[in-house]
């Protein structure tokens, strides 16, 4: 498979930044949970984040903490169960689901793309943003088993 430069990766990393931000706010939208609506919206940040991240590298700026490598749960919950319809006035797990599909797709696109880099710059960046995604996964899945799996009286 053909290596991309630095600038297509860029590129390509900053357009799915925004197709997240834009899947989070079109959402947020169609949900009337003021919970679901606040996570939303704290993943459409965490996207503008990402991408003001990409753009600033791009531009030469390198902030050195800004992607660390955190140990990451990951329940597996995406991987196993279907991702629903996105509709009008979506239930949480639903949505939590939705969110959990696009940041493990997002976690592979850019795995995927470190995968055809050798050690350096490029590749240590694209696992870093890896992480991020796989970050959010995390978060999304946590709140979708507990919404679906919700604690009991009896315990």
């Given at each position: 498979m053909?290596?991309?430069?630095?600038?297509?990766?860029?590129?390509?990393?900053?357009?799915?930044?925004e197709e997240s931000f834009d899947l989070y706010t079109r959402l947020h939208g169609m949900v009337e949970d003021k919970m679901v609506k606040d996570t939303l919206m704290f993943l459409a940040g965490q996207e503008t984040k990402h991408k003001e991240f990409l753009v600033d590298y791009r531009n030469g700026k390198y902030p050195k903490d800004f992607l660390r490598m955190d140990k990451v749960i990951d329940?597996?919950?995406a991987q196993?169960?279907?991702t629903p319809e996105i509709k009008k006035n979506m239930d949480s797990v639903d949505v939590y689901l939705v969110a959990a599909h696009r940041e493990?797709?997002?976690?592979n696109l850019y795995m995927n793309l470190a995968g055809e880099h050798p050690?350096?710059?490029?590749?240590?960046?694209?696992?870093?943003?890896?992480?991020?995604?796989?970050k959010h996964k995390e978060k999304v899945e946590y709140l979708y088993s507990n919404s679906a799996f919700p604690q009991t009286q009896g315990g």
């Open positions: 053909e290596t991309k430069t630095l600038d297509e990766i860029i590129t390509l990393a900053i357009k799915k930044e329940y597996k919950i196993y169960v279907d493990l797709n997002s976690y050690d350096g710059e490029i590749k240590e960046i694209l696992t870093r943003m890896a992480n991020e995604e796989l």
